[in-house]
């Protein structure tokens, strides 16, 4: 099993920027990669941003290339980040980390996943 919090949400006035950690903790070992995807009030989860554990390729939505970043830290405490910049009121979401130990494409099958943390971008 793996366990993911999330932490780093909150309130930002579009054009700033918020940095998302997720800490991940038990069988880290096995995972293959981690990620983010993001759920907005009445819409469907979408994918955000992947990170492989092994060489730490990244993949990302259209819609946040560019203006994202996300990176891992694979020693002992397992982590992964996403640096946001240049925020628009779109990107307001819940956002959630996932795990999985096997590989499944872009955009990724998460096997484990995080509570989420609110991201809430004022115009």
């Known amino acids: 099993q793996v366990q993911l919090v999330e932490s780093g949400g909150g309130l930002v006035q579009a054009g700033g920027s918020l940095r998302l950690s997720c800490a991940a903790s038990?069988?880290?070992?096995?995972?293959?990669?981690m990620g983010w995807f993001r759920q907005a009030p009445g819409k469907e989860r979408e994918f955000v941003a992947h990170?492989?554990?092994?060489?730490?390729?990244?993949?990302y939505a259209d819609s946040v290339r560019s203006r994202f970043t996300i990176s891992r830290d694979n020693a002992k405490n397992a982590a992964v980040y996403l640096q946001m910049n240049s925020l628009k009121p779109e990107d307001a979401a819940v956002y959630y980390c996932?795990?999985?130990?096997?590989?499944?494409?872009?955009?990724?099958?998460?096997?484990?996943w995080g509570q989420g943390t609110q991201v809430t971008v004022s115009s």
């Open positions: 996932g795990a999985s130990r096997f590989r499944s494409g872009i955009p990724p099958e998460y096997e484990y």
């Open positions: 038990g069988r880290t070992f096995s995972m293959d990669g």
């Open positions: 990170i492989t554990w092994g060489f730490g390729s990244t993949y």
